[in-house]
Nanobody, 118 residues
Framework: VQLQASGGGLVQAGGSLRLSCVVS????????VGWYRQAPGNERELVAT???????NYADSVKGRFTISSVPAKVTVTLQMNSLKPEDTAVYYC?????????????WGKGTLVTVSS
């Protein structure tokens, strides 16, 4: 299973970026997909997730500004980030909880850098 993320970059405060992640490979289904981020010196933290039945969960710090969405089967997930703040600067990682026939496993993408300038 591979996760390919794209869409990071440099943006001014107040601007927008869209991150995308494609889940590919051999598996039965995707239970949930999401985005996490890690700023320098900080631990990796949840940004937003969406489950196979379209339940979403957001970090309090991004509620009302970020929107997570995905296509059916959750093989592509998008994070629309609006009203970006300098504190959103981090490496963003795509995560997928993948169901195989006999086990469930979390997979991570390589990360994409988002830099928000003040």
């Amino acid at each position: 299973v591979q996760l390919q993320a794209s869409g990071g970059g440099l943006v001014q405060a107040g601007g927008s970026l869209r991150l995308s992640c494609v889940v590919s490979g051999r598996f039965f289904s995707v239970e949930a997909v999401g985005w996490y981020r890690q700023a320098p010196g900080n631990e990796r933290e949840l940004v937003a997730t969406i489950t196979s039945d379209d339940n979403t969960n957001y970090a309090d710090s991004v509620k009302g500004r970020f929107t997570i969405s995905s296509v059916p089967a959750k093989v592509t997930v998008t994070l629309q980030m609006n009203s970006l703040k300098p504190e959103d600067t981090a490496v963003y990682y795509c995560n997928a909880r993948v169901v195989h026939h006999s086990y469930i496993k979390d997979y991570w993408g390589k990360g994409t850098l988002v830099t928000v300038s003040s």
